[in-house]
């Protein structure tokens, strides 16, 4: 059964689609987010959804990218970020609902509700208000989320090298995103001064959220004696890659994943 999938993104995309299509729909993707920005992300997070469509070979229909609209509905709720997020969501579900009207689907629903950002009660409220008089259409309420299905995405997302962004989209959580990322490399950098000293933290903070990092070439022995393999958690590596001598010391015998404090990372003993 045709159903239009309003998609706010590719990540979130995978899992809805999947679902979906378990569920036995046929989806029709309908790409409308009138809110990211700037253009190039906006390019960028549709040519994302384009790489699914070469996989997954499902119809995608492009709406019209218009910011000035966004703004527009946003206005007066621009630091508000309840009041503004609700505007923004209800702005793509009414438009989709439109698109949907005009061209006789008889459901609708959308990938927001894959979001882990996102409210579900928030979602089905704004779903409520928009219904359109006839009545013709359903939004079809399904939980992306459950049964795993965040992580489910992920590795979707990994396997089909999707772009995972770091923003939920607008002008306003670009710039929310970044003082946060601010805030926690200087309470990182604070922290581990605490814990191997203002020189050590000088010398190796410049290897926070390296993708890969080396030991000993990159940090040496003597700053994890200090205090283990958890002083690492402060400089948030993607990999580690450690000799095997050194690894041991700290109760690390084989390659995999470890949690180091409250960060995960790769390990890989050599
Ligand atoms: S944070 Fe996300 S949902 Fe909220 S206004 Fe910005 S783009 Fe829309």
Request: glycine letters at 4%; aromatic letters at 14%.
């Amino acid at each position: 059964m045709k159903l239009l999938l309003h998609v706010c993104c590719a990540p979130d995309l995978t899992i809805s689609y999947k679902k979906l299509k378990a569920l036995g729909y046929e989806p029709i993707v309908y790409f409308y987010n009138p809110n990211i920005y700037p253009e190039e992300e906006y390019i960028k997070r549709f040519n994302e959804v384009k790489k699914l469509q070469m996989v997954w070979n499902f119809e995608l229909i492009e709406g019209e990218y218009e910011p000035s609209i966004y703004f527009e509905r946003i206005k007066g709720h621009e630091f508000n970020k309840y009041n503004r997020c609700l505007e923004c969501i209800k702005l793509r579900l009414e438009n989709s609902l439109i698109f949907a009207n005009e061209y006789r689907f008889s459901q609708y629903t959308s990938s927001l509700l894959a979001s882990p950002r996102k409210s579900h009660n928030d979602i089905l409220n704004i779903v409520k208000k928009i219904e359109l008089s006839n009545k013709n259409i359903r939004f079809q309420y399904i939980n992306f989320r459950s049964n795993n299905g965040i992580k489910e995405s992920s590795k979707m997302c990994k396997t089909y090298n999707i772009y995972r962004q770091d923003y939920c989209g607008c002008a306003f959580s670009l710039s929310e995103s970044k003082k946060y990322e601010e805030e926690s490399r200087r309470n990182n950098y604070e922290e581990l001064k605490k814990v191997v000293g203002e020189d050590y933290a000088n010398a190796f903070f410049n290897y926070y959220k390296t993708d890969l990092l080396r030991i000993p070439e990159d940090i040496p022995y003597e700053f994890l004696v200090k205090e283990g393999i958890n002083s690492l958690k402060y400089l948030k590596p993607q990999i580690v890659l450690i000799r095997k001598e050194i690894a041991s010391d700290f109760g690390i015998l084989k390659s995999g994943r470890y949690k180091i404090g409250d960060w995960k990372t790769k390990i890989i003993v050599w």
